[in-house]
């Protein structure tokens, strides 16, 4: 069985940097597989930020203009996801999830993270 | 980028009545090469992450109730719950993966007990 568990800071500062670590369990990333970052701001919809191949060939959704770095560590069984110059428009649950053919068949539990001075 | 737009936003229905929700993309999202459409639908409930109820447009993901399916092709899709039962109340989602690795969901549709 699958299972992906975000974790990291629950408040960060404006301009600062977010990042976040999904630690998998039930699958090794090196086998394959896309592995993606969602988000969702409190009462808002869904948006896809970026996937990642255990390769390390990644993806990004354009609206978020480069701030986005996702990565893998093949050794802990873990992606990570960096977000440069925050603002509250950052706030949201971040979610990891593994896309199997395209649909999102796994996901995290969700980890909010507020951006507030 | 393939915008997918839900209608109606908000929706309630009776308890045992059928429930339906539209999804429509701004391109096609049917591979010609596998006739496959490559649109999944997502039930949401509050303080929890979504999860995949229809894959390929009308393929239901196991263990999820026959009472949901997905039906449409190309640009236009439909989610139908057959009888609604007091669990059902959730958000719903369509999403594309036409674009595969880079995906786009529906704004979403609320779905309530009338």
């Known amino acids: 069985q699958v299972q992906l568990q975000e974790s990291g800071p629950g408040l960060v500062k404006p301009s600062e940097t977010l990042s976040l670590t999904c630690t998998v369990s039930?699958?090794?990333?090196?086998?394959?597989?896309?592995w993606g970052w969602v988000r969702q701001p409190p009462g808002k919809v869904l948006e896809w930020i970026g996937s990642?191949?255990?390769?390390?060939?990644?993806y990004y959704n354009p609206s978020l203009r480069s701030r986005a770095i996702i990565s893998v560590d093949t050794s802990k069984n873990q992606l990570s996801l960096n977000l440069i110059s925050v603002t509250a428009a950052d706030t949201a649950v971040y979610y990891c999830?593994?896309?199997?053919?395209?649909?999102?068949?796994?996901w995290g539990q969700g980890t909010l993270v507020t951006v507030s001075a | 980028d393939i915008v997918m737009t839900q209608s109606p936003d908000s929706l309630a229905v009776s308890l045992g009545e059928r429930a339906t929700i539209n999804c429509k993309s701004s391109?096609?999202?049917?591979?010609?090469?596998?006739?496959?459409?490559?649109l999944a639908w997502y039930q949401q409930k509050p303080g929890q992450p979504p999860k995949l109820l229809i894959y390929w447009a009308s393929t239901r993901e196991s263990g999820v109730p026959d009472r949901f399916s997905g039906s449409g092709s190309g640009t236009d899709f439909t989610l139908t719950i057959s009888s609604l039962q007091a669990e059902d109340v959730a958000v719903y989602y369509c999403q594309q993966y036409y674009s595969t690795p880079m995906y786009t969901f529906g704004q979403g549709t609320k779905l309530e007990i009338k």
């Open positions: 391109q096609s999202v049917l591979y010609n090469s596998n006739k496959k459409n490559y």
């Open positions: 039930g699958y090794s990333i090196s086998s394959g597989y896309y």
């Open positions: 990642i191949f255990h390769n390390g060939i990644t």
């Open positions: 999830a593994r896309p199997d053919g395209g649909s999102f068949q796994y």
